[in-house]
Nanobody, 122 residues
């Protein structure tokens, strides 16, 4: 199975920065799109940013210009650099990947990490 593990969350003051990492491991054959989602208290999970294996990116309007998603394909790792953080960014951030498991084979499967908490104080 393919697993995703996030790291880098924590408590930061408004205006500060954090860098989240998500490393994929296990029986990986291919990983296409990777992304970050977040869920704030009392709200639905929402897309933050995605990046394809070729480097094409997509951002939610609320984070555009402040967050940068990147990836290291050799390390099967995706990053989210978060700058100019606001209290509204407080949420559990989840890593997501579409991956082909070399043991299960023949199709891409959606994999989720366990989440990492980001708290931005005012």
């Amino acid at each position: 199975q393919v697993q995703l593990v996030e790291s880098g969350g924590g408590l930061v003051q408004a205006g500060g920065s954090l860098r989240l990492s998500c490393a994929a491991s296990g029986s990986i054959f291919r990983i296409d799109v990777m992304g970050w989602y977040r869920q704030a208290p009392g709200k639905q999970r929402e897309l933050v940013a995605t990046i394809t294996s070729g480097g094409s990116t997509n951002y939610a309007d609320s984070v555009k210009g402040r967050f940068t998603i990147s990836r290291d394909n050799a390390k099967n790792t995706v990053y989210l650099q978060m700058n100019s953080l606001e209290p509204e960014d407080t949420a559990v951030y989840y890593c997501n990947a579409n991956a082909v498991d070399r043991l299960l084979g023949y199709r891409y499967r959606e994999v989720w990490g366990q989440g990492t908490l980001v708290t931005v104080s005012s």
